[in-house]
């Protein structure tokens, strides 16, 4: 038998076993293809006058978002290359918090230059180490033309983190969200020693009712639910407050035990008991001077039975119940206290103190508040404030950004100009590079370097402005010398952009490159799709 030759028919080669040339472009197509289209999904919500998605889950729960990592975290993508590209805005949310939409719309632009080399017959592995080359290259030129910052210097903070919001649901409350950011993360790190942020050092605590503008800083602690007591108090001032991880409630037996108690006298007895145990531990807590309790959630039964309730109210003791295990740790930090395992443990030395914790009252909800804590940690509570709960979730996710947009700021202390200005530039500068190096990494270079215009043009298109026109007259702006104009989408136009206090953090730009072309070039080196048997 001979083997039929045709250029896309399958020959059999020596071995017997067929071989199909056209397969790898195929997938490598598909894979291009379906990374485009989860760009081109969320194209529409990048820059300040970007669009949002309403997303609606199985179960009919609804989002309002344009944060890029929350919508392609929603969406239900089956392609295994547009994964990828979710993993990708994931990636970049823990590193940066900021730039999830950038980092896609880049990949999909480099995607996009690499689907046209390789129609020209350039092998996809030179493409791949074209591009890391292109893109160390990249964080080089960003590098250089970045601008040193101190955290001292509260106002460029709050430009950045009001840069961050503007492209949210909630800008029109930039001016006291961006400052309320910067304090936050201030009031948690040493500006001295400190090269990184714990998120959870600081607590966003969402109440509905109110408006966004009523989101507050709180220097202290704040708990979600109400006291716990009946009739005792609702206000405490010099405070002595105790945290405790065991249960004022009588013990049960094991789970698959029951206790039977045939006549009144036993049952009296039992009664008395229970009365007696719960007894002896209020004596210990009124002997200790505690006047504020906290107690930990507790799974196999209730943490404070009524009884309980009954006895604290008595000796006026403030009850805040069913702390959740992992808030325990922010507690402790915040109170400078130990959480007490047992009742030996219950001395006054193991108690914080505060000048007060009163319950206070928004909307329809109660919930506690301590102020006034002798010797805080470094840990600080945002109580964020929405009309309806989906501006709610959004101001929660605006303010997530711009707190990592500040902790972009602890860890590489740099910050650069935005509104399309470093990828123009770097279009540029690629661009004359490219033309000082032989052979095909000329070629890849200047894909590489045409494909970051994506990101001015995407806003100028957002923007409603005629996205050539204005990307040329960028071009044109960058070659005269010009590193900061950048498209200004206020007043439609090009303008210096740093004077318009449009700035973002050095760390977002270099995040979003590296990370944008090491996932183009892992979708670049797939040259088969094999499904395995489960």
Do not use: W
């Given at each position: ?22 397969k790898p472009?195929?997938?490598r197509s598909s894979n291009?293809n ?15 006058r ?9 179960n ?6 344009n944060d890029?990592?929350t ?5 239900s993508?089956t ?33 996009e ?5 390789l129609q020209?017959?350039?092998?996809p ?7 890391q ?5 990249a964080?080089?030129i960003?590098?250089g033309m ?18 961050a ?22 009031k948690?790190i ?5 090269k990184?942020?714990d ?9 509905l ?24 108090p609702?206000r405490?001032e010099?405070?002595?407050i105790?945290l ?6 009588p013990p049960?037996?094991d789970?698959?035990h029951?206790v ?19 007894l ?10 505690c ?5 930990q959630?507790s ?21 805040v119940?069913?702390?959740e295990r992992e ?6 930090k915040t ?13 006054p030395e ?8 009163e ?7 109660k919930?506690v ?10 840990t ?38 935005g509104?399309g200005?470093?990828?123009?530039e ?5 661009a ?8 095909v ?15 001015p043009?995407?806003l100028?298109?957002?923007a ?12 044109n ?28 953090p050095l ?6 490159i ?8 892992s ?12």
């Amino acid at each position: 038998m001979t083997a039929q030759t045709g250029s896309g028919d399958s020959r059999k080669t020596q071995t017997g076993a067929y071989k199909d040339k056209s397969k790898p472009a195929d997938i490598r197509s598909s894979n291009i293809n379906a990374g485009k289209a989860v760009a081109d999904a969320i194209r529409t919500s990048l820059g300040p006058r970007g669009m949002d998605k309403m997303i609606q889950a199985g179960n009919g729960e609804v989002t309002i978002t344009n944060d890029g990592a929350t919508i392609l975290k929603q969406i239900s993508v089956t392609h295994p290359a547009a994964k990828m590209l979710v993993e990708l805005s994931k990636a970049q949310d823990i590193e940066a918090g900021d730039g999830t939409t950038s980092v896609v719309v880049v990949a999909g632009s480099l995607l996009e230059a690499a689907e046209k080399l390789l129609q020209r017959g350039i092998h996809p592995t030179i493409i791949s180490d074209a591009f890391q080359r292109a893109a160390a290259k990249a964080v080089e030129i960003l590098a250089g033309m970045s601008r040193p910052i101190e955290l001292g210097d509260k106002e460029s903070l709050i430009k950045i983190a009001s840069t961050a919001l503007n492209s949210k649901v909630v800008s029109q409350q930039s001016s006291l969200l961006a400052p309320l950011a910067v304090e936050a993360v201030l009031k948690v790190i040493d500006p001295l020693k400190d090269k990184n942020v714990d998120l959870k050092d600081i607590r966003v605590i969402k109440k509905l009712g109110g408006t966004v503008e009523d989101t507050e800083l709180v220097d202290g602690l704040v708990f979600t639910q109400k006291s716990a007591n009946v009739n005792g108090p609702r206000r405490v001032e010099k405070a002595k407050i105790g945290l405790i991880q065991f249960c004022i409630s009588p013990p049960k037996t094991d789970m698959d035990h029951n206790v039977i108690v045939s006549d009144y006298a036993a049952m009296d007895r039992v009664l008395k008991e229970e009365r007696a145990y719960i007894l002896n531990i209020v004596k210990q807590i009124k002997k200790s001077g505690c006047n504020v309790l906290l107690v930990q959630k507790s799974i196999l039964r209730d943490a404070v039975s009524d009884l309980a309730i009954h006895f604290l109210d008595k000796i006026k003791v403030m009850v805040v119940k069913d702390i959740e295990r992992e808030d325990i740790e922010f507690v402790t930090k915040t109170l400078g206290c130990r959480p007490i395992a047992s009742l030996d443990h219950f001395v006054p030395e193991h108690l914080a103190t505060a000048e007060l914790v009163e319950e206070v009252q928004t909307g329809s909800s109660k919930f506690v508040k301590i102020t006034g804590i002798q010797n805080p940690g470094r840990t600080v509570t945002v109580l964020v404030r929405g009309s309806n709960k989906l501006v709610l979730e959004e101001a929660d996710r605006s303010l997530h950004d711009a707190l990592c947009v500040v902790r972009c700021l602890v860890k590489q202390r740099a910050l650069i100009a935005g509104g399309g200005a470093p990828e123009t530039e770097l279009g540029l500068k690629l661009a004359q590079y490219a033309q000082t190096i032989t052979g095909v990494d000329a070629y890849c270079f200047r894909a590489f370097a045409n494909a970051l215009e994506v990101i001015p043009s995407t806003l100028a298109e957002n923007a409603g402005l005629n996205p050539i026109a204005t990307v040329t007259e960028l071009r044109n702006r960058h070659a005269q010398g010009d590193i900061t104009a950048g498209i200004n989408v206020r007043k439609g136009a090009i303008t210096n952009i740093l004077e318009e206090n449009v700035v973002q953090p050095l760390l977002v730009s270099t995040s979003a490159i590296t990370l944008a072309s090491e996932t183009v070039r892992s979708i670049l080196k797939i040259d088969d799709i094999v499904n395995t048997m489960q």
